[in-house]
């Protein structure tokens, strides 16, 4: 009897542990808890260029806030948040293959299977791109890992 209570209470530990873990985020933010150092998150969807967005214009999601350099931005973001909202908390892609966490240069972007990475620079991009589907991978496996660790 005394078994089975340890077992079912290590076994609870280990599952509240593990729910805990999941709940962690890892965003790169500036200092107000802004994400993409204020650029629309959208613009780069649309406009294909990275936009100032104006703090009139806010959003809020997972976190982090959103700046947009119009209404319409905005609704668009409010409307599938998730959809414009950067992979990998907004922290260079290449860098997360590499299991590092890397500033970014808003410059250096682009849209793969619908998400904005974002890169610390355009030659760092060029490298990411000499095997994006590597690369992506790479960084997709390692980001839960990097979540754990630095994660709050």
């Known amino acids: 009897m005394k078994r089975r209570l340890l077992l079912l209470a290590w076994l609870g530990l280990f599952s509240a542990t593990a729910v805990l873990a999941t709940d962690k985020s890892l965003l790169n ?18 406009l294909k260029a990275p936009v100032k967005g104006k703090p ?7 976190g982090a806030k ?34 590092r966490l890397v500033e970014i240069d808003v410059n250096a972007f682009q849209i793969v299977d619908g998400r904005l990475l974002l890169q610390y620079s355009p030659s760092v ?25 630095k994660g709050q």
């Open 29 to 46: 933010l500036d200092r107000e808890g802004v994400a993409i150092q204020g650029c629309d998150p959208v613009a780069y969807f649309v």
């Open 56 to 62: 009139e214009f806010t959003s809020e999601f997972h």
């Open 66 to 99: 959103y700046r947009f350099h119009s209404a319409r931005n905005k609704e668009a973001f409010d409307a599938d948040p998730a959809k414009y909202e950067p992979r990998f908390g907004g922290y260079c892609a290449f860098g997360v293959s590499k299991g």
């Open 125 to 149: 991009l060029d490298q990411f791109n000499q095997d994006v589907t590597g690369n992506l991978k790479k960084a997709e496996t390692r980001w839960p890992k990097l979540v754990e660790r």
